[in-house]
């Protein structure tokens, strides 16, 4: 004997929301509502967080070489007397 559930789209949203605190924010688009009254301030500290990765680390350094090739090239051109940002 196979049995079937039919699932509702309506049970499912109502599930999605349990546990959230508030009403308003359901019957009508209140983000701002909602945050309200479901959000907790974190008391702790940082310890929680993760390092950063090896590939973070490495985005990192080709972005700072590249802003400090960008303003070793770019930025003494603008503070010439005869350039055109005098003009």
Do not use: C
């Amino acid at each position: 004997m196979v049995v079937k559930t039919v699932v509702e789209a309506q049970d499912i949203f109502d599930k999605a929301w349990e546990g959230f605190k508030g009403v308003d924010w359901k019957e009508k688009a209140s983000v701002s509502r909602f945050v309200q009254a479901n959000y907790t301030p974190y008391d702790g500290d940082e310890s929680f967080l993760a390092g950063p990765t090896e590939r973070s680390l490495h985005i990192k350094k080709i972005v700072e070489e590249t802003k400090a090739h960008y303003e070793e090239t770019r930025f003494p051109m603008d503070t010439r007397p005869t350039s055109i940002a005098d003009i």
